[in-house]
């Protein structure tokens, strides 16, 4: 299988373009890709394009596009996941897990019991890093559509702007002691929008659970385990995509 590249602005077929410093060196110095191979290009904009590289120069690598392909590896399922800020490492994973499960945007979120605090400028770098975390989820998923991350907003503010939206949406607060659980639930008879909230390491205190269910989150048990923060997400993402979605 061709590497797939994600390449930001335009493409056409015909085209002879230039790729990022960086893709072009991930492709021919990483993965030891040779004038005259192929490669698959796409831009978050649907659909991807069949390539051959035409120039591999130490800084810069040049490509010819010969053929769009419209395909598409989009669940039918839309997943907003609001996901507590926690340490580098385990947020790097959720965000690159929650993607090749299928997730159609994210939202980092601060609770009360939030390890980490970032000042504004590191959130801002933070924000950077994850939009790259995306990128290459979507590269090695197959995913052609690259899900949006917002930036860092409180949980307070977060659910202030989910109770002023349309009512499609159908919202899950992940607890260890929450008195929902999903094979209780019945098929709904439109795939919903759903929004889900994962909490910290430390969990949520009783008032940020009060305020979501105050704002119509059900409160989503996921067996009688306690999970990890980082494994609750992609628990919970993996069986709603079995419930409603695409698996």
Request: one cysteine or more; hydrophobic letters at 40%; proline letters at 4%.
């Amino acid at each position: 299988m061709p590497p797939r590249i994600f390449h930001t602005g335009d493409i056409s077929v015909g085209q002879t373009l230039e790729l990022a410093t960086t893709a072009g060196h991930h492709a021919t110095r990483v993965l030891r890709a040779r004038i005259g191979d192929s490669v698959t290009l796409f831009n978050g904009k649907g659909g991807e394009f069949l390539a051959r590289i035409v120039s591999a120069q130490k800084l810069v690598t040049t490509v010819t596009v010969d053929e769009f392909i419209a395909t598409e590896r989009e669940s039918s399922l839309t997943i907003e996941l609001a996901q507590a800020l926690c340490v580098n490492e385990k947020m790097d994973l959720i965000i690159q897990k929650s993607v090749e499960l299928g997730v159609s945007s994210l939202q980092p979120i601060i609770t009360t019991r939030s390890i980490v605090r970032l000042s504004d400028e590191r959130a801002k770098k933070r924000l950077e890093h994850w939009q790259r975390v995306i990128i290459s989820a979507c590269e090695q998923c197959g995913r052609n559509y690259v899900p949006t991350i917002s930036p860092l907003v409180s949980l307070v503010k977060w659910i202030d702007t989910k109770t002023r939206t349309a009512s499609d949406h159908l919202g899950f607060a992940l607890s260890v002691t929450g008195n929902t659980s999903l094979k209780d639930l019945p098929i709904p008879r439109s795939t919903p929008h759903l929004s889900l909230v994962v909490g910290p390491e430390g969990g949520f205190t009783t008032e940020e659970a009060a305020i979501l269910e105050q704002a119509g989150f059900l409160s989503l048990r996921l067996g009688n385990r306690i999970l990890r923060t980082e494994t609750a997400a992609m628990a919970a993402i993996a069986a709603l995509q079995m419930q409603w979605g695409d698996f």
